[in-house]
Antibody, heavy 119, light 111 residues
Framework: EVQLVESGGGLVQPGGSLRLSCAASGFTFSNDVMRWVRQAPGKGLEWVSSIFDSGGRTYYADSVKGRFTISTDNSKNTLFLQMNSLRAEDTAVYYC????????????WGRGTLVTVSS | QSVLTQPPSVSGAPGQRVTISCTGSSSNIGAGYGVHWYQQLPGTAPKLLIHGNDKRPSGVPDRFSGSKSGTSASLAITGLQAEDEADYYCQSYDSSLTALVFGGGTKLTVL
């Protein structure tokens, strides 16, 4: 079955760090474009970060640039998001997702993992 | 403020037709980038409904359709059913921001 499963969320204090993982199964994503999208409680969807060409190119939303790092371990078919200097406004459900086509639509989503930044 | 503008809410009775608009600008929808639509049921991850303005993935009922004109796009749902009650999001690419962008979401209530 083709699926994405996130893990690593939890409660962290402001200024702290957390590393999210996303395990892919049913396909090999080394040539795919993988992304992280987040959703704050009761709010809409926000693109966070993208990785192309197994790390050859990475992109970040301005809100997380310099604090978050996206990466992959192709041997384990796993996507990561290293989050440092966390702020209260980073509190959200984080989804990993696979995009398709030149139009970059999100065709496969994980179930999400909740990150809560609070003292 | 979202780059793509959607109405916060729409409603309709079972069997009726509703439309959800998504208004962008010359750097996203108006620049020719595709518009995609997602349905998010309560407590679940988003699900792709429409991609490339008007293409339905397999398994999505033909009650859902998309269109695009100029700097705007629309999602139409005909034969409204109770299980259509959800949040709907549009998404595109913005060349000025060099980022994928979402609308703020529209909550559909089936009366």
């Amino acid at each position: 079955e083709v699926q994405l499963v996130e893990s690593g969320g939890g409660l962290v204090q402001p200024g702290g760090s957390l590393r999210l993982s996303c395990a892919a199964s049913g396909f090999t994503f080394s040539n795919d474009v993988m992304r992280w999208v987040r959703q704050a409680p009761g709010k809409g969807l926000e693109w966070v970060s993208s990785i192309f060409d197994s790390g050859g190119r990475t992109y970040y939303a301005d809100s997380v640039k310099g604090r978050f790092t996206i990466s992959t371990d192709n041997s384990k078919n796993t996507l990561f998001l290293q989050m440092n200097s966390l702020r209260a406004e980073d509190t959200a459900v984080y989804y990993c997702a696979r995009t398709f086509g030149s139009d970059h639509y999100f065709g496969l989503w994980g179930r999400g993992t909740l990150v809560t930044v609070s003292s | 403020q979202s780059v793509l503008t959607q109405p916060p809410s729409v409603s309709g009775a079972p069997g009726q037709r509703v439309t959800i608009s998504c208004t962008g600008s010359s750097s996203n929808i108006g620049a020719g980038y595709g518009v995609h639509w997602y349905q998010q049921l309560p407590g679940t991850a988003p699900k792709l409904l429409i991609h490339g303005n008007d293409k339905r993935p397999s398994g999505v009922p033909d009650r859902f359709s998309g269109s695009k004109s100029g700097t705007s796009a629309s999602l139409a749902i005909t034969g409204l059913q109770a299980e259509d009650e959800a949040d709907y999001y549009c998404q595109s690419y913005d060349s000025s921001l060099t980022a994928l962008v979402f609308g703020g979401g529209t909550k559909l209530t089936v009366l």
